[in-house]
């Protein structure tokens, strides 16, 4: 208990004289309810306003103490009409306000009611708030194997501007583990609920502090910064490429970590940690990446139905209080589930903040990447963002392409909500891409074919000049072999996509095409292959590299073979219904295989590039 006191003196007392209470209004009753089940916190008060003065009424004003106005992330308020099944909302103008004779620890709203509050007339309001960072760690500090505590700050009576009839509060934590919570007048505890009321006739700006200080073990995912590109391409393609910056914003770790505890008993000996985070994306997400500094992630799970994509993402340890990783997630969506015409304007629409499930993100640059040529952008959007508009140059751009930015502060899964971003754009542009092309092209063609004329100039006698020649013409084809492997391994890992697919739609028809496909391409190096080969073993200056070369070709081969045996058996289990276990034993032999025949390709890669 005396760790809790010395909370009360460092909590900000309210001392609120001010009761120039703006009377024409009675709050008749309000419920709020209170969230802490997560890391972000989320607050309903469900309100019934009189209006007992003759005037008509055309607002109705929302106070909230100033150490929660610090961390408010979100504010919606909506007029409640009907009951039961014909029960609607609409949402509410709000705006910060500053009456006179107003308490300096408070802030003030007001909601804007349309059609105002007649006299003697009753309305129903709902008041939904969500805030970041207010459940602070206490202790500060914990060990691995600790649970993580945290108190909330509060006011046992809600904090009105007007006088209340009658109130109460709940308060939902995520386990029964509550340490301690300020026993006032009429509190009860149950399960997993801490109730404070019902109190009546409470005064205007009436503030009783009450902490509540419980075990929160919920990941505290903040994302210091997430940067999303999102991508218009109009030949087909929204390309979204979201890098992170992902904190653990909890109790800070201290003393070591130790991974043998760690995997000998997560839940125990790692309770406040996170290992996961699911990101939801839309339905024909495709090319779906995960990687960090290091390379790809392929720990990470994929899967999904028409309706959306789910990726589990597990970061490379698991995050403990204070510990950050960077990481970035990419995935293709097609373009006509994204982009729109109206009105001769094109217009991009698409959710706003992260895919990630129940992260509070401090600060979101959005950069929404138009086409070249895009003209006339702007924005509709149903919140408050810094915009701005840069250039991006990618290749093959002339005059670069315009970017919409926008920027917010303080994220939370409530904003993620469409929004557009409308453009003009003339089709004609759109072929200065291709047009470039051929222009590149026919440029490459015709130095080639001065270089050739100027080349025969050149004296052609001489010895040295002949085995410079043949050297070259070695190199030229082991570069072509080099080149040949490359598209192998392009396709070998094709056709393993594939496979992946496979196990997230099942579609074995796909699967058998894309086999169809690798099949005929690797025929088509092969025959390549060979008749570079056969020009290497013939040509003296390529005694030394040939057997590297010819190791590289032949274990790539066996490597296909591998694959393709994989593949036949995979596709049967799928024909024969096998469980996902059964077909992933059968895989296993075959992939451990893979895996170092591909690290021999990859080695032989290297060896055979240094003599270069
Ligand atoms: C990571 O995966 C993506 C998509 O599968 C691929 O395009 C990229 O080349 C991979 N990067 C590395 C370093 O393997
Ligand atoms: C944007 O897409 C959402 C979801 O498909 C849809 O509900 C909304 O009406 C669209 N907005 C506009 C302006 O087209």
Known sequence: MGRISLIFTLFLLF??????????????????????????????????????????????????????????????????????????????????????????????????????????????????????????????????????????????????????????????????????????????????????????????????????????????????????????????????????????????????????????????????????????????????????????????????????????????????????????IGYGLPLHDFLFESDGKRFLNISFGSPLDEVAIDNLVIKVILPEGSKDMSVSIPFPTEQRQEIKHLHLDTIGRPVVVLEKKNVVPEHNVYFQVYYKFNSLSMLREPVMLIIGFFLFFLTCIIYMHVDISISKSSAAYIAKQQWEEVQAAVHQVENFINHCIAVDEKLDLSLRDLSRTGDVQASKAARKTSDALWKEYAKEIKLVLSFLQSSPQAAQIWPKVDELVRKEKEKQERLMLKHSTVVEAYEKKLSGREIGSRAASHEQRIAVLKQEVEELLETVDEVF
Do not use: C
């Open 15 to 328: 001392s609120i004289h001010s009761s120039s209470a703006l009377s024409e209004l009675v709050v008749l009753k309000v419920d709020r309810r209170v969230d802490l089940t997560s890391h972000i916190v989320r607050v309903t008060s469900t309100l019934k306003v009189e209006n007992s003065a003759t005037r008509v009424a055309s607002e109705v004003l929302i106070a909230l103490p100033n150490h929660q106005v610090q961390n408010l992330a979100y504010l919606k308020a909506s007029f409640q009409d009907g009951k039961g099944k014909a029960k609607g909302s609409v949402d509410l103008p709000i705006k910060m306000v500053q009456p006179e004779g107003m308490a300096a620890d408070v802030t003030i709203y007001a909601v804007s009611l349309a059609k105002g509050i007649n006299k003697g007339e009753i309305v129903n309001l709902e008041v939904f708030s969500v805030y970041t960072h207010s459940l602070k760690p206490f202790p500060e500090e914990i060990t691995q194997a600790d649970n993580q505590l945290v108190l909330y700050q509060d006011s046992a009576y809600y904090l009105s501007p007007y006088d209340v009839k009658v109130q109460s509060l709940s308060i939902r934590v995520p386990s029964p583990r509550v340490e301690s919570y300020t026993k006032v007048e009429r509190v009860k505890f149950t399960d997993l609920e801490i109730k404070y009321g019902p109190y009546e006739n409470i005064r205007a700006f009436s503030f009783t502090p009450i902490v509540v200080h419980f075990e929160n073990n919920q990941p505290f995912a903040v994302v210091k910064e997430l940067v999303r590109e999102i991508a218009i391409s109009h030949w087909g393609n929204v390309q979204v490429t979201e890098h992170y910056n992902l904190a653990h914003g909890g109790a800070q770790t201290k003393g070591g970590f130790s991974r043998i505890e760690y995997q000998g008993r997560p839940t125990s000996r790692g309770a406040s940690s996170f290992r996961h985070l699911l990101a939801k994306l839309p339905p024909r997400a495709h090319s779906i990446y995960y990687r960090d500094h290091i390379g790809n992630i392929s720990t990470s799970h994929l899967w999904g139905d028409l309706r959306k994509t789910e990726l589990q993402i597990e970061p490379r340890y698991p995050m403990f209080g204070g510990w950050r990783t960077a990481f970035t």
